[in-house]
Structure formats: C-alpha cells, structure tokens
C-alpha cells in the first residue's frame, strides 16, 4: 500500500507541474490574442522574448519563445495566422533550437548557418545575436552598439568590428571566435558597426584595402524594405532564410526590394521556401502585383554568381 501511495502521489506531483507550466498564463501578452502573427512576432521581440522555434499541427502554429527577463520558455498557438493563446511550457521545449537572436552559452562554426554572432559578455553569454551581412548602425539592433564583448564565427567567415558608424575608425578583424574583446584594437563594449563575409566573399572598401577573395563591390545579395522605393526598416541578407520571423525585417513586411548586380532572389508566402514564390533579379520599387505580392514574404531564397 504504501509504495502504491508513493507511486500515486509521484504521479500526481508529476501531473501538477506539468499543468503549472503548460497552463500558467503570460499576462504581459493578453493584449496580442486576436492580432496578424507578423505584428505579434515584432511585438514579442519588442517586449524581449526571443524566438527558438516553430512548429506546424493541423490548423495551428506553435511557436516557442524565451523570455529574456526571466529565461522561461513561451509557447505562442496561431490560428488562422493570428495569435490565440499564450502560456508557459517546461524549459526543453525551447532547448531543440535557435533563432537568429538569443541567449548562448558557447561559440558554434555550424555552416549551415553562417555568419558571426555577437554576445554582451564574455565567452559567448549574454544576450546574443548572428548577423549574415553587413550592419552600418548597431543601434538598429538587439544586441546594440558597443555592447558586444565576445564574438564567435561560423567557418569560412570573417568580420570587422568598427568602433563608429558606417564602417569609419579603429576596427578588430576576427576570423576565429573570441571569447573576449578586451585587448582588441576596437576593445570590448565597442562595437558601433559591422562587416561580415563568407566563403570567399569580399570588397574594397573606400580605404583602398581589399578584404576577402574575389571580389570588388560592397556587400552582395538582396535587401528587404518595409516601404515601397527602397524606404522605411531594411535588412540585407546574402544567404538563405527559411524563416523571416527571425530576422529584423520580419515576415509578410516586405514591400520593395534591392538586388546586387550578378545576384537574383525569390520570395515565398511560406515557411520553408513553400507556397507561389516570386523570383527578382533586379530591384523592384513595389512588389504589389507580383505574385507573392507586397507584405507577404516569409522565406527567402538568395543566389549570387561568385
């Protein structure tokens, strides 16, 4: 009898604390219920949840989400690609992957994604964040402008750390992850912008000094615009993105795009490069009337001639 009541009072102990988190409630997220899941996913962001993963049932998307403040994982239901219910979810629910922006606790050279990710503190903690093209203006994004104090890169890139804006002053060029910044010629805490090349990319830059094999002109790929005629929120990007709701121009946000000479893009409504997709080789001022039409990008697919 007794190992009877330690076996139903294990399963009873078991089954509150997976109601405790798979029930409690998010209070600070009652106001998304009903909004488009675009402008919920920038207002998560917004409010510093970072996104580790999606996940597809039936008529519902669960999204996982980490709360900054206090590390817990958040699980998002869409319906209807609008936001229904909020709750928090056990912590391995968003320990099976990671978003482009996050919390990290080591270097990674995983080229299926590559790029270089900086981190606030040192030996790649902290609030962190990858970046697979250039950033002329830290302050646009998670992570900031001079706070990055460790930096870990994918294999076959490289990066300069500038220390004012536009790429101008002092930079540290890292072709290895660092777990500390101090000692560098741009120091920790620095960081104001940011170049970033991969697999043989390069340019001359306006010092007259080429970076990288085989090429001549800036960065190359395709950039994203918010607005139509290239205005408003942009984002560059030279490599592939299955997600959009990851990246700082969001998805279903684009209205216009710029491509790079010698480099073609196509534009899908879905995740996973799925749905009708609309393929650019040249800029486009508006994408109303294409066929993924403007404010419906959530892939991307990017070539470039080497």
């Given at each position: ?285 508006d994408l109303r009337g294409s066929k993924v039409g403007d404010d419906s990008a959530t892939s991307l697919k990017v070539r470039c001639d080497r």
């Amino acid at each position: 009898m007794r190992t009877i009541a330690r076996i139903l009072a294990g399963v009873v102990g078991f089954a509150a604390a997976a109601t405790l988190f798979a029930q409690y409630p998010v209070g600070d997220l009652h106001d998304l219920i009903g909004v488009r899941a675009s402008h919920g996913d920038n207002q998560m962001r917004e409010r510093g949840y970072t996104l580790v993963r999606t996940v597809k049932q039936g008529a519902n998307e669960f999204s996982y989400w980490r709360e900054s403040r206090s590390g817990r994982c958040v699980s998002v239901r869409s319906a209807k690609n609008r936001y229904a219910a909020f709750s928090y979810v056990p912590p391995a629910e968003c320990g099976g992957g990671s978003g482009q922006i996050g919390y990290s606790g080591g270097a990674s050279d995983d080229s299926s994604s590559p790029g270089v990710t900086l981190h606030r503190d040192l030996n790649f903690a902290g609030v962190s964040e990858a970046f697979a093209s250039d950033v002329p203006d830290l302050r646009v994004s998670r992570i900031g402008d001079d706070h990055a104090t460790s930096v870990s890169v994918s294999r076959g890139c490289r990066a300069r750390l500038y220390q004012h804006l536009n790429y101008e002053g002092a930079y540290t060029e890292v072709s290895s992850s660092m777990g500390d910044l101090r000692g560098s010629k741009v120091g920790d805490d620095s960081a104001t912008s940011l170049q970033v090349r991969c697999d043989g990319w390069g340019w001359n830059d306006e010092r007259g000094d080429a970076w990288g094999a085989g090429g001549s002109s800036a960065s190359r790929g395709v950039t994203l615009y918010r607005d139509p005629k290239f205005a408003g929120v942009s984002e560059a990007f030279a490599s592939d993105v299955p997600d959009l709701r990851v990246s700082r121009i969001g998805d279903d946000q684009a209205t216009s795009v710029s491509v790079s000479r010698g480099c073609q893009a196509r534009l899908y409504p879905h995740l996973n490069y799925e749905g009708a997709y609309t393929e650019v080789s040249s800029s486009m001022t508006d994408l109303r009337g294409s066929k993924v039409g403007d404010d419906s990008a959530t892939s991307l697919k990017v070539r470039c001639d080497r």
